[in-house]
């Protein structure tokens, strides 16, 4: 019975940690025209502290594939499939990071440009401020 009662309560402690974790915060950067060596976390002369904190505490990418239209690689970062596997700027196959994370309990909300079709809320996005268009 002394067992029982012990297995039940390190059960009970374990169910209350799990649900107590807090998720983590997830924070995405996407910055037009800024090089890989642009950042001094990736080795540039450029002091850029605040960047640096952040990449110092997070994640960063180190390998990607990059194209010449700043489209592809937006819809890469939402989908996490090249832009011709997501349906190019439509993004008609797959789910975006801002549907799985909402469907995960996140509240998901864009700022910049985001030159796709649509509006960001129609692809998860709870809000969204900035301008749609490409060029600003």
């Known amino acids: 019975m ?3 009662r012990s297995l039940f309560s390190l059960c009970f402690l374990f169910a209350v940690v799990l649900l107590s ?4 915060n997830v924070v995405l950067i996407m910055a ?5 060596s642009d950042l ?8 850029t502290p605040n960047l640096d ?10 390998q990607f594939y990059n194209t010449a239209k700043c489209h592809s690689s937006r819809v890469s970062l939402l989908t996490g499939l090249y832009c011709n596997q997501a349906g190019s700027t439509s993004l008609s196959r797959g789910a ?3 549907e799985v994370l909402g469907s995960a309990g996140y509240s998901t909300n864009m700022v910049g440009k ?3 079709s649509k509006q960001p809320t129609d692809f998860g996005f709870d809000r969204y401020w900035g301008h749609l268009s490409g060029a600003t």
Do not use: Q
């Open 96 to 98: 975006t990071i801002a």
């Open 114 to 116: 985001w030159h796709l």
């Open 53 to 62: 904190a952040l990449a110092a505490n997070g994640l960063r990418f180190s």
């Open 21 to 24: 974790a807090k998720s983590p």
């Open 40 to 47: 001094g976390c990736y080795g540039s002369e450029i002091e």
């Open 32 to 36: 037009d025209d800024l090089g890989f």
């Open 2 to 4: 002394r067992t029982i």
